[in-house]
């Protein structure tokens, strides 16, 4: 099981946000990241806890490990205000955390 | 550029079975050691996944769910599928397939998805 905190954020641009997921149970750094726009399928960040899928802006950051992870946006952007979801691809059934959604203060 | 589509009825009766196809285009659903999946998003909620399969039909089922699912593919369309029986209200969601992408690490993860396609369970 994987829980986000917190459940929902308002952050104004430019603003440096952070995400946490913890795991229920150690998953070594088998987790990702991914950000989901409304109305849109999820879009994939980060894996392996840290590294950036090609094409992600650097601002993005993750870390973390065993258990605590964090996904960072260093300067907030107008594009970055979505939902953001962890999930782990350490233990099956593969599960996802239930959500940070970033809203514009 | 590998991109999946969904395609399916979108209601179904209370009890009946849900069918879904994943069409795949710009790969072979054969030609990498990726699995493909479904994951599913009720309205307002988060994502649950259900399930995967490789292209030689070796599966992966979520338990919560395995009694009622089955995921085949079919190689020679370049597709896969995902019915699920007897269902009801709760699993009224958008379903999404997707492909699970790994690396010779061991870490895998979900990428590309495609857009989904909505379900509803009424009569």
């Known amino acids: 099981q994987l829980t986000q905190t917190p459940s929902s954020l308002s952050a104004s641009v430019g603003d440096r946000v952070t995400i946490t997921c913890r795991a229920s149970?150690?998953?070594?750094?088998?987790l990702n990241w991914y950000q989901q726009k409304p109305g849109k399928a999820p879009k994939f960040l980060m894996y392996?806890?840290?590294s950036l899928q090609s094409g992600v802006p650097s601002r993005f950051s993750g870390s973390g490990s065993g258990t605590d992870f964090s996904l960072t946006i260093s300067s907030l952007q107008p594009e970055d205000f979505a939902t953001y979801y962890c999930q782990q691809s350490y233990i099956i059934p593969w599960t996802f955390g239930q959500g940070t959604k970033v809203e514009i203060k | 550029q590998v991109q999946l589509q969904e395609s399916g009825p979108g209601l179904v009766n209370p009890s009946e079975t849900l069918s879904l196809t994943c069409n795949v285009s710009g790969d072979s659903i054969s030609s990498r050691n990726d699995y493909w999946g479904w994951i599913r998003q009720p309205p307002g909620k988060g994502l649950e996944w259900i399930g995967s399969i490789y292209y030689n039909g070796h599966t992966y089922y979520n338990p919560s769910l395995k009694s009622r699912v089955t995921i085949s593919v079919d190689t020679s369309k370049n597709h896969f599928s995902l019915r699920l029986s007897s269902v009801t209200a709760a699993d009224t969601a958008v379903y999404y397939c997707?492909?699970?992408?790994?690396?010779?690490?061991?870490?895998?993860?979900?990428?590309?998805w495609g857009q989904g396609t909505l379900v509803t369970v009424s009569s």
């Open positions: 392996a806890a840290s």
């Open positions: 997707a492909r699970r992408e790994g690396n010779y690490r061991g870490y895998n993860w979900f990428d590309p």
């Open positions: 149970q150690s998953i070594s750094t088998h």
